[in-house]
């Protein structure tokens, strides 16, 4: 089940460690020490949430946005976990609390695309290797970028800023495509971020507001059509 999950989530591996280098280099050149990006990735750990946090510091935000706005943002875990949760029921309560702590988008896609080995003998195993490549591939590759943000040329590390962007737009692209709702509520957290900041709120807060209001507004846009 090991050698099963390695395989499995290999393809993770490949795809996470040059996003979580490109986090470790602009972490480290907006000001974060090694040790901070570091943990953040190995306690925070997650990639969006981080890229944007990483960001916020850079221009000064305080800790309790930061910390309000990864939460806002990461909400969606405690869905995926329950769905999760959901596919493990004949796996053990103890198995269950550190494979949902370790739950990312891409491991809960991969492990959603391999069900039935939640009913085989040791079937754990297979998911729990799955979730270790990506936090060990997502941790390590965020300590190389840290030491590489030393060294690389400032130049090349600004221009390496467009991951953020990219990252939010790849997870936002799948979303519009299958429902074009979903444009909307992005278009409105944009709009509702830049009147906080016309407002003369701080860009931390500006983010938090967008972020909620641009959330609840998917109750209303989303919701199905009453017969």
Known sequence: ???????????????????????????????????????????????????????????????????IATF?????????????????????????????LGLTDESFAVSAMNPKEANMKKGALFYGTIIACAYLSWVLGSLLGGLLGDIIPEKLSQSMGIALYAMFIGLLIPSIKQEKRVAMIAIVAMLINALFVQLGMSTGWAIVGGTIIGGLSGIYLLKEDRK
């Open 1 to 67: 089940m090991i050698r099963k999950g390695f395989a499995t989530g290999f393809p993770i591996i490949l795809g996470y460690l040059p996003v979580a280098i490109t986090y470790g280099v602009l972490a480290k050149q907006a000001g974060m020490s090694l040790t901070e990006l570091t943990l953040m990735s190995a306690l925070v750990y997650a990639g969006a949430s981080q890229f944007m946090a990483a960001n916020m510091f850079a221009v000064g935000t305080g800790a309790l946005e930061i910390i």
């Open 72 to 100: 806002v943002l990461n909400f969606r875990h405690f869905v995926m976990s329950l769905s999760f949760m959901n596919q493990l029921k004949k796996i053990k309560l103890k198995w269950k609390i550190p494979l949902a």
